[in-house]
């Protein structure tokens, strides 16, 4: 008899054991299927131009909602602009002109956007230039090269634009897709002038150096976001769009040198 209730406390300690530890693994995963439902990732589409003060806009969001995470797709506002209008997932368009804004909302992939910021052009040459350029004229010299943003790119419309003000013609040596890309020739010395943002100059912390030219006034550029109809977070897309309208997101923004709306 000693030996059958031997076998029987054992059973039953097994038992209980196993039970425990089944309880045990429930709760647990409960915990991980909460942690992950706890993080969400907004996707924002977003004008080269923008990178350095959505980045900062971008952090100051994440720590005013906890466990939600800012992703951001920089690059030239027309490819953006047809990503979105192939499919490309994302929340927010955040773009450097009304043109490639109107390209997504005629499509009705877009809200109603809202011009957030302003931006004028500067020439950006390389630090401890020679003064082979020092205004908008200097340009048109063949002997200087060069580098523009392609037609279809904001900051590139914005240089034809101020250039037929100027009533010159420029030949660049290259066309390039995206204001980053322009800026980088002329900080590399593969170039001796770019016409680029105003605010690109001023993120370079000293690396280029750049010129001021009255055209500029006339080619202007309005900077549009809005939340995307199919947006996966459409939730945190309306909340980044108003905080990037809000004081603080203005504050930014101007900080970086743009101006205001």
């Known amino acids: 008899m000693i030996g059958h209730r031997?076998?029987?406390?054992?059973?039953?300690?097994?038992?209980?054991?196993?039970?425990?530890?089944?309880?045990?693994?429930?709760?647990?995963?409960?915990?991980?299927?909460?942690?992950?439902?706890?993080?969400?990732?907004v996707v924002v589409f977003a004008a080269a131009s923008l990178t350095e003060s959505f980045t900062s806009l971008g952090k100051s969001f994440e720590s005013s909602h906890p466990g939600v995470r800012v992703k951001f797709n920089f690059g030239g506002s027309s490819a953006l602009a047809q990503q979105i209008d192939q499919g490309?997932?994302?929340?927010?368009?955040?773009?450097?002109?009304?043109?490639?804004?109107?390209?997504?909302?005629?499509?009705?992939?877009?809200?109603?956007?809202?011009?957030?910021?302003?931006?004028?052009?500067?020439?950006?040459?390389?630090?401890?230039?020679?003064?082979?350029?020092?205004?908008?004229?200097?340009?048109?010299?063949?002997?200087?090269?060069?580098?523009?943003?392609?037609?279809?790119?904001?900051?590139?419309?914005?240089?034809?634009?101020?250039?037929?003000?100027?009533?010159?013609?420029?030949?660049?040596?290259?066309?390039?897709?995206?204001?980053?890309?322009?800026?980088?020739?002329?900080?590399?010395?593969?170039?001796?002038?770019?016409?680029?943002?105003?605010?690109?100059?001023?993120?370079?912390?000293g690396q280029v150096q750049g010129i001021d030219f009255p055209e500029a006034a006339q080619a202007i550029n309005d900077y549009p976001i809005a939340a995307l109809t199919k947006a996966p977070q459409p939730g945190l897309a309306g909340e980044f769009v108003q905080s990037v309208l809000s004081p603080q997101g203005q504050a930014t923004l101007q900080q970086a040198g743009f101006e205001k709306p």
Do not use: H, W
């Open 6 to 41: 031997t076998i029987l406390r054992t059973a039953s300690i097994v038992g209980l054991a196993a039970a425990l530890a089944a309880g045990c693994g429930d709760k647990g995963v409960k915990k991980d299927s909460g942690d992950k439902a706890a993080t969400r990732t």
């Open 88 to 205: 490309a997932p994302a929340d927010v368009f955040a773009a450097a002109s009304p043109a490639t804004m109107k390209q997504v909302t005629d499509a009705g992939r877009a809200s109603t956007p809202r011009v957030f910021a302003r931006n004028r052009l500067e020439i950006a040459v390389p630090k401890g230039s020679s003064g082979k350029v020092t205004s908008l004229k200097d340009l048109a010299d063949p002997k200087v090269k060069v580098v523009l943003c392609a037609p279809q790119v904001p900051c590139g419309a914005a240089a034809l634009k101020a250039l037929a003000a100027a009533k010159l013609t420029v030949k660049p040596v290259s066309q390039e897709q995206d204001v980053k890309a322009a800026l980088t020739k002329v900080r590399l010395n593969e170039a001796d002038a770019a016409l680029v943002y105003r605010t690109d100059v001023k993120a370079s912390a």
